[in-house]
Each structure stands twice: as C-alpha cells, then as structure tokens.
C-alpha cells in the first residue's frame, strides 16, 4: 500500500534531516562515517554523447561510503526504527539484498552496533558477500527459487519472515514497501535541484525497488518542477507490466513488483536489455573515465536512445546507481561478455567521426 506524501513528517519531505543515533554525542546531528553519505558530485559529461545540443549531468552514487544510492536508503530506514523505537541496541536487522543495500545496512548496522543478517540467493556476487561480511554481518543464503513462482526474489523474501519468527527482537526494514527508502531520495533530488539552479529538465533514474525514482518524483511535484521523468527499466522486469524473462545484471528490474510502486511516477518509461548495459557502462568508462555499475550503463544507453527527442538546451540529469568494480568479474570482463554477447568491442569504443568531437574538449 503506497503511504501518501502528505503523511510523511515535514522535515523529511523537504530533504533536509540530521541522522540521529540514540546517544548522546549523536544529538547535535549525523556524525562518523554516515556523515559521508549524499552532497554527491554532480558532474557535467562532455564526451559521451559528442556533439549533443544538451547538456548531460551525472549524480556519482558510487562516491557515497558504501559505493551506492542504497545507502541514503539504508541510513533513512535504520534511522526511522531507532526514532520510532522499533530497532533498539538488542535489535537484529533482518534485510533481503541481491547486493547494493546489503552493503549500506552492513556499513550502517556496524555503524550502530546492530545485529544485520543479509539473505542473499547465489546469483549474489561473491565480492558483494565478502563486503558485506565485511563489516561483520551475517549472510543467509537461499539455494532454490521460490516453487510457485520460479524466484530468487520471492524465496528471499520468504526465508526472512521464517527468520523473523525464529529470531528474538528481529526488525525487517522491507526496502521492497517502506516509505522511507523512497525519502531518502527526496535529498537526492534535492541536490540535483539545488546544483542546477532549479532546473532539471530531463531526469533518468534506473527503477528496482522505486525508491529512488518514487522518492525524485515526489520532490518534483511537491516544489512543482516540470522535470520529465524518464525510468530506466530492464528487459525481463515487471515492474511496468513486461513481460517477466531472465536477466544476467543485477541492479534494475525486479521479477516482482515492489510495493513502493505507482504508477504514474514515470513520464515514460524505456527498457533496456543486459547488453545495453554493457555497452553503455564501457562508453562511460572509456569516454568519461566513470567506472560505473550495471544500471548505470542502462541509464547511459536511454540517454542514447533518445537524444535526438530532446530540445536543445536542455539540463539532464542520469542517476548513476553504483560504482564499477563490483562488476569486474561480468560487465568489465571481455571473456564474461564474449561467452554471453559475442565481440562487441565495435559497439563500445570510440569511432573515428566521434574522435574528431571529442578532440573539440
């Protein structure tokens, strides 16, 4: 069930809060290294798309301490149980997570001295298990998708109520349907805003959970933006009513539509396959130096896509979820995508008429 904006404290609504910790030197405001987390850089791009009558501005989500956007989430969600009461010093988070939101609750929960249990299913990268273990949190792991619907999600989600019931004190903070996951993002947008001098044309935000795009979209409708929202779905996703299909990236589209979903928080919607993402997150990486994550990629490639719909002058502004190096082993790798893609080292660099623009810079 979505919980409508109005219903939310008005400190929050307006992206400005302090992360408190119930203790004494934490009062005055965040402290350590949540202090660390948003105020990203938002950078201008000027060789990824040579020649474009725009301009083209990407908010670095990897440069938060955790390496992702998930850590807005995971700060704006552990903060709620510890001012509401439902996460206390005895408390165990308990948390689903195919990766990135793993990490930030791992970062935070240590941060806290809380109890985290990750359940993560074997399609979870090994290095995103060793980071978040890392921080000393415990990893479920869930061998078999769930019977009836053929997911790793959905069995996921069930090994953590199973775990609920069997642990004293256990707290889920359910990014899937939480609010506050979305809030998190109202500073988000904030940011973006608030760099741009108040105008942001166009807005390209990867879709998971929702909690970012939902979170952007509130903000814009509440300081009355006419920003176009543009999400950023993958091929194989339900979550815009696609048809459901297996995917080999990790980072956007979900088997199950969360509950933060609704459905008019995009103003369009473009689905992008396993391939887009490599190829755009090798252009970010060769034209711009950004060592990006999968749903980046995504985001770069629907910027591509539809260049030439947008007026010049305009202000865009891509999401870039989370940083490269925990895609190594798959996007970055030339023997990974060759056994899945073919060669498509022609698709990724820099053709001749496009050095010339860039020898412009």
Not at 8 to 35: C, H, M, Y
Not at 64 to 83: C, F
Not at 211 to 219: K, L, Q
């Amino acid at each position: 069930m979505s919980v409508p904006l109005k219903s939310i404290p008005a400190d929050l609504q307006s992206g400005f809060w302090n992360f408190r910790a119930n203790t004494a030197e934490a009062k005055t405001g965040a402290s350590g290294v949540i202090s660390a987390v948003g105020n990203t850089p938002l950078v201008k791009l000027n060789r990824f798309l040579p020649g474009a009558q725009f301009e083209l501005y990407a908010k670095l989500e990897a440069l938060n301490p955790g390496g992702s956007s998930k850590d807005r989430a995971a700060i704006s969600l552990i903060q709620r149980g510890l001012d509401t009461g439902a996460i206390r010093s005895d408390t165990t988070i308990i948390e689903s997570s195919s990766g990135n939101l793993g990490v930030g609750l791992a970062q935070v929960c240590a941060y806290f001295g809380l109890r985290f249990i990750c359940v993560v299913d074997q399609k979870t990268t090994l290095q995103n298990i060793r980071l978040i273990k890392s921080y000393g949190a415990e990893i479920d792991l869930v061998l078999e998708p769930d019977v009836e619907t053929g997911e790793f999600l959905q069995a996921r989600i069930d090994r953590v109520q199973t775990l609920l019931r069997s642990t004293p004190n256990a707290f889920w903070p359910n990014q899937y349907a939480n609010v506050y996951n979305a809030v998190a993002h109202h500073r988000t947008m904030h940011e973006v805003v608030t760099a741009l001098d108040g105008r942001v044309d166009y807005l390209f935000c990867a879709t998971s959970t929702c909690g970012t795009m939902r979170g952007c979209a509130e903000y814009i409708r509440q300081h009355n933006l006419s920003t176009v929202i543009i999400a950023v779905d993958a091929v194989g996703s339900v979550i815009f009513g696609g048809q459901k299909a297996n995917r080999l990236i990790p980072g956007h589209g979900a088997a199950v539509r969360p509950q933060l979903f609704q459905a008019n928080l995009a103003d369009r919607v473009l689905c992008l396959n396993d391939l887009d993402c490599v190829i755009g997150c090798r252009r970010l990486a060769r034209r711009e130096a950004i060592l990006a994550g999968g749903s980046s990629g995504a985001v770069a490639m629907a910027v591509t896509k539809i260049q030439h719909e947008i007026p010049p002058g305009s202000k865009c502004v891509m999401i870039l979820a989370d940083r490269g190096e925990r895609y190594l082993d798959t996007i970055y790798s030339d023997e990974w995508v060759g056994e899945h893609f073919g060669n498509v080292a022609e698709l990724t660099t820099v053709r001749d008429e496009e050095e010339k623009c860039l020898a412009t810079f």
